[in-house]
């Protein structure tokens, strides 16, 4: 007995931990047997998947053609503007695939906008994940591993983006040569490392070639693979609904699910490869060929690069001495700030579980109004990231506004500071108010658009009761009770429906009776 009482050893927690997420659960269970639920949001995730197949077969027909060397050579090809210029054979191979290979050049674009769409399907599965509170116990494991596949993915996108050798990509990586020097102490061996020697170095192709063809997309690859098995070890978690609780799936079994999910694949390749058609991405032949001694004016990255880009924008050129060493904080505190800003974002649902003290196991989704704080925080997050998105296109809005280009910085500096209180604030107190207006409707019923007369003269509205569904949508979360417990007539009744709707008083238990004030809400709201 003495034994039992006592505390769980750290070693036996982070097993028990390790077990809950990642142990063997009885039988294995068959992939025939999975179910996917049916709710639109998850295509997010299958659209990310999708991009990234046509992201890899792109890929490997690119690869073919492309020389990723930084020896000169003098074009001969078939863009006359360049030819006779003397440029790298990274350059030359990028305008011989463009111009020269049939079919080249829409591989090419379908790869770039395949990496778009790849990155913004993963931000918005994200996003959708984080709304949710999909991340939660048990599937703390999916949210880290969806988070470093985000990293991933960005990184692939920059080291890609790298490859041409034109004006556009020397003067990015500009940006990065600076940004690793900036980092104390080891800044200096990073660049000499990746760059191989002073910028621009003779191996920073190849070396990028191999971190964006090999490393980048092996590290993708088994990232997935992990999610996958994770998926398939907790199940996929579902929006709350009739018949749908912790312990059961409703959705669509796997072999109809399959059928769909060819068709849907087919439909979000044709969508990139008709972007890559119709609109021209990256066109490398207008930049030229980089040149250390030349910088490309209007130059922007990518957009999920852009909020690094925007943080470095607006700092202020500060530097400071420290033991004889100058500290480039212009630089290297965007750095700190950015990976500070990714790092919340991946140990949030830690944060979450510490500060609330929940460690229960959750398969039923939230409502993102339901979960008010948590739903302002993600908006204050992407707040931040849109801001720092205006502010990597200074430059481009001071000219095409006609302002300057320090009132544009400034707005950025004050924004980066203000907009997202001001996001939190308002997500919150919208939350809030449709949180109200779901307890009207469950209250009272929908309005149906039909006044009624009174025998005093007066007019009313008359309200429609909610079919059982709905009202099981509106009232199947966890409904704390109100700081001071009060025993509020719409309260209590708010309660009372809450229990009736998710089965908690069954047969056989004495549901607790309307006070007389209850009574008379009920019979009013029927009256009506």
Same mark, same amino acid.
């Given at each position: 007995?003495?034994?039992?009482?006592?505390?769980?050893?750290?070693?036996?927690?982070?097993?028990?931990?390790?077990?809950?997420?990642?142990?063997?659960?009885?039988?294995?269970?068959?992939?025939?047997?999975?179910?996917?639920?049916?709710?639109?949001?998850?295509?997010?995730?299958?659209?990310?998947?999708?991009?990234?197949?046509?992201?890899?077969?792109?890929?490997?027909?690119?690869?073919?053609?492309?020389?990723?060397?930084?020896?000169?050579?003098?074009?001969?090809?078939?863009?006359?503007?360049?030819?006779?210029?003397?440029?790298?054979?990274?350059?030359?191979?990028?305008?011989?695939?463009?111009?020269?290979?049939?079919?080249?050049?829409?591989?090419?674009?379908?790869?770039?906008?395949?990496?778009?769409?790849?990155?913004?399907?993963?931000?918005?599965?994200?996003?959708?994940?984080?709304?949710?509170?999909?991340?939660?116990?048990?599937?703390?494991?999916?949210?880290?591993?969806?988070?470093?596949?985000?990293?991933?993915?960005?990184?692939?996108?920059?080291?890609?983006?790298?490859?041409?050798?034109?004006?556009?990509?020397?003067?990015? +990586? /500009? !940006?990065?040569? #600076?940004?690793?020097?900036?980092?104390?102490?080891?800044?200096?061996? @990073?660049?000499? &490392? $990746?760059?191989?020697?002073?910028?621009?170095?003779?191996?920073?192709?190849?070396?990028?070639?191999?971190?964006?063809?090999?490393?980048?997309?092996?590290?993708?690859?088994?990232?997935?693979?992990?999610?996958?098995?994770?998926?398939?070890?907790?199940?996929?978690?579902?929006?709350?609904?009739?018949?749908?609780?912790?312990?059961?799936?409703?959705?669509?079994?796997?072999?109809?699910?399959?059928?769909?999910?060819?068709?849907?694949?087919?439909?979000?390749?044709?969508?990139?490869?008709?972007?890559?058609?119709?609109?021209?991405?990256?066109?490398?032949?207008?930049?030229?060929?980089?040149?250390?001694?030349?910088?490309?004016?209007?130059?922007?990255?990518?957009?999920?690069?852009?909020?690094?880009?925007?943080? +470095? /924008? !607006?700092?202020? #050129?500060?530097?400071?001495?420290?033991?004889?060493?100058?500290?480039? @904080?212009?630089? &290297? $505190?965007?750095?700190?700030?950015?990976?500070?800003?990714?790092?919340?974002?991946?140990?949030?649902?830690?944060?979450?579980?510490?500060?609330?003290?929940?460690?229960?196991?959750?398969?039923?989704?939230?409502?993102?109004?339901?979960?008010?704080?948590?739903?302002?925080?993600?908006?204050?997050?992407?707040?931040?990231?849109?801001?720092?998105?205006?502010?990597?296109?200074?430059?481009?809005?001071?000219?095409?506004?006609?302002?300057?280009?320090?009132?544009?910085?400034?707005?950025?500096?004050?924004?980066?500071?203000?907009?997202?209180?001001?996001?939190?604030?308002?997500?919150?107190?919208?939350?809030?108010?449709?949180?109200?207006?779901?307890?009207?409707?469950?209250?009272?019923?929908?309005?149906?658009?039909?006044?009624?007369?009174?025998?005093?003269?007066?007019?009313?509205?008359?309200?429609?009761?909610?079919?059982?569904?709905?009202?099981?949508?509106?009232?199947?979360?966890?409904?704390?009770?109100?700081?001071?417990?009060?025993?509020?007539?719409?309260?209590?009744?708010?309660?009372?429906?809450?229990?009736?709707?998710?089965?908690?008083?069954?047969?056989?238990?004495?549901?607790?009776?309307?006070?007389?004030?209850?009574?008379?809400?009920?019979?009013?709201?029927?009256?009506?």
């Amino acid at each position: 007995m003495g034994n039992d009482s006592r505390p769980a050893e750290p070693g036996q927690r982070l097993a028990q931990w390790m077990e809950d997420r990642l142990g063997h659960r009885g039988a294995s269970r068959s992939v025939r047997r999975l179910v996917f639920p049916g709710h639109w949001s998850f295509m997010l995730g299958e659209i990310a998947l999708y991009s990234l197949v046509v992201l890899l077969i792109t890929g490997v027909y690119l690869s073919f053609f492309f020389h990723p060397s930084s020896d000169l050579v003098v074009y001969e090809g078939g863009y006359l503007p360049l030819r006779g210029q003397l440029v790298s054979e990274a350059f030359d191979s990028t305008l011989h695939l463009s111009f020269d290979v049939r079919g080249g050049l829409l591989i090419r674009q379908a790869h770039h906008w395949a990496a778009l769409v790849f990155v913004a399907a993963l931000l918005a599965h994200m996003l959708r994940v984080f709304f949710t509170g999909a991340f939660r116990k048990p599937r703390e494991l999916n949210w880290v591993l969806g988070f470093l596949l985000l990293v991933l993915a960005m990184f692939g996108g920059l080291t890609g983006y790298d490859l041409p050798d034109d004006l556009l990509s020397g003067t990015g +990586l /500009r !940006v990065v040569h #600076g940004t690793l020097l900036s980092v104390p102490v080891v800044g200096t061996y @990073l660049s000499f &490392f $990746l760059f191989g020697g002073e910028f621009p170095g003779d191996d920073l192709i190849a070396r990028f070639n191999i971190l964006h063809v090999l490393v980048i997309p092996g590290l993708v690859i088994a990232v997935i693979v992990g999610q996958l098995a994770l998926a398939v070890r907790h199940r996929h978690a579902q929006f709350p609904g009739p018949g749908r609780t912790d312990t059961n799936v409703v959705g669509l079994p796997f072999r109809v699910y399959a059928v769909k999910a060819v068709g849907f694949f087919f439909l979000v390749s044709g969508v990139i490869f008709f972007m890559a058609a119709v609109a021209q991405i990256n066109p490398v032949w207008n930049y030229g060929p980089f040149r250390p001694d030349q910088v490309s004016a209007g130059s922007q990255p990518d957009w999920y690069m852009g909020v690094a880009d925007g943080f +470095l /924008r !607006v700092m202020p #050129g500060w530097e400071i001495d420290f033991w004889g060493r100058t500290l480039a @904080l212009d630089t &290297f $505190l965007p750095l700190l700030v950015g990976v500070l800003f990714f790092l919340a974002m991946g140990a949030y649902p830690f944060i979450e579980a510490w500060v609330t003290g929940d460690n229960r196991e959750q398969h039923l989704l939230d409502r993102p109004r339901n979960r008010p704080v948590r739903t302002g925080l993600g908006v204050a997050w992407l707040s931040v990231y849109l801001v720092a998105l205006i502010g990597a296109a200074n430059d481009l809005i001071a000219i095409r506004l006609h302002v300057s280009v320090n009132a544009v910085t400034w707005a950025v500096r004050i924004g980066l500071l203000v907009v997202p209180v001001l996001a939190f604030v308002v997500t919150v107190r919208l939350a809030l108010g449709l949180q109200r207006r779901d307890r009207d409707k469950v209250l009272h019923g929908r309005e149906s658009g039909v006044i009624k007369r009174l025998p005093h003269g007066g007019y009313v509205e008359i309200h429609v009761p909610l079919d059982q569904e709905r009202l099981h949508t509106l009232t199947a979360h966890e409904q704390h009770r109100p700081l001071g417990g009060g025993g509020s007539t719409a309260g209590r009744l708010q309660r009372l429906r809450a229990g009736l709707s998710r089965g908690l008083y069954g047969p056989g238990t004495q549901v607790p009776k309307p006070t007389e004030a209850e009574h008379k809400e009920i019979s009013g709201r029927h009256r009506s």
